[in-house]
């Protein structure tokens, strides 16, 4: 079924409870307080492929959540 809004999703550190956000400065990943200021993506599938990435690196595979509109 088609939306007339884009879909978005940002990924949750598990023991923060924090958004992952990336430094504009440094393109290190950081976590974040607000969702609106997070990583989003607009697929599903590109938020799991980055959060399994994330988790092979860092050992703890974040969260993948949708934001409502």
Do not use: C, K
Request: net charge negative; no cysteine.
């Amino acid at each position: 079924m088609f939306s007339n809004y884009a879909e978005r999703y940002v990924l949750r550190s598990l023991p923060a409870g924090r958004y992952l956000g990336v430094n504009t400065q440094s393109q290190v990943i950081e976590t974040l307080e607000s969702p609106a200021d997070a990583w989003i993506f607009h697929t599903h599938d590109g938020a799991v492929r980055h959060a399994r990435w994330i988790g092979e690196v860092h050992g703890t595979t974040p969260d993948v959540v949708r934001l409502e509109d």
